[in-house]
């Protein structure tokens, strides 16, 4: 059975930076595009990018372009999301999840990420 | 990159059917086929209930459609169970900025 396993939740104060993790098992990870997606407390779902299966294109939302960076490692699995420069409105549950044709196979836990002084 | 608009919330008696739209441009919705439902209940991750418009995932209930009309894409739940209360989302793929969008998702509930 396949799986995405995400990173532990984690604080930072506001400017700071940090890399979220999200490492694929009993599924061809390097067949898959990931995708990351947040949610705020009590919001809904907003997208956040994706990188494809070779991980040579990346896209972006508008309000993380400049300050979020994704990327992958297909030996190990794993696709990060560098954040920089986090604001409070950063906070929230941020999923990653793993889409081969257009169809969503898998989704992690979800990490929480809170942004405060 | 606006949210798709979705009602915010939609409810029906156990046994009826209900529709939830998801309302978006030429450049998203109406521009191809590229349009999942997610469900997602409290505190839980998302899960895949519907792809490319009408396509089920192997194990999802055929209760659940799904169908597409213009910049129109929507989600049919027929004969509601309470275990149908969730929230419940549409993505889409923006091929004008080659990126992605979630409509603002809608609360069902099961009177």
């Known amino acids: 059975e396949g799986q995405l396993v995400q990173s532990e939740g984690i604080s930072v104060q506001p400017g700071g930076s940090l890399r979220l993790s999200c490492a694929g098992s009993g599924f061809p990870f390097s067949d898959y595009y990931i995708h990351w997606a947040r949610q705020a407390p009590g919001q809904g779902l907003v997208w956040v990018s994706r990188?494809?299966?070779?991980?040579?294109?990346?896209r972006y939302a508008d309000f993380v372009k400049g300050r979020f960076t994704v990327s992958r490692d297909n030996v190990k699995n794993t696709v990060y999301l560098h954040m920089s420069s986090l604001r409070a409105e950063d906070t929230g549950i941020y999923y990653c999840g793993a889409a081969r044709q257009w169809r969503f196979d898998y989704w992690g836990q979800g990490t929480q990420l809170t942004v405060s002084s | 990159q606006s949210a798709l608009t979705q009602p915010a919330s939609v409810s029906g008696s156990p046994g009826q059917s209900i529709t939830i739209s998801c309302t978006g441009t030429?450049?998203?919705?109406?521009?191809?086929?590229?349009v999942s439902w997610f469900r997602q209940y409290p505190d839980t991750t998302p899960k895949l209930i519907i792809y490319?418009?009408?396509n089920r995932p192997s194990g999802v209930s055929n209760r659940l459609s799904g169908s597409k009309s213009g910049n129109t894409a929507s989600l049919t739940i027929s004969r509601l169970r309470v275990d149908d209360e969730a929230d419940y989302y549409c993505?889409?793929?923006?091929?004008?900025?080659?990126?992605?969008?979630f409509g603002t998702g809608t609360k069902v509930t099961v009177l």
């Open positions: 990188i494809t299966d070779d991980g040579t294109h990346t």
């Open positions: 490319e418009v009408t």
């Open positions: 993505y889409a793929y923006s091929a004008s900025a080659d990126t992605f969008v």
């Open positions: 030429s450049t998203d919705v109406g521009a191809h086929t590229h």
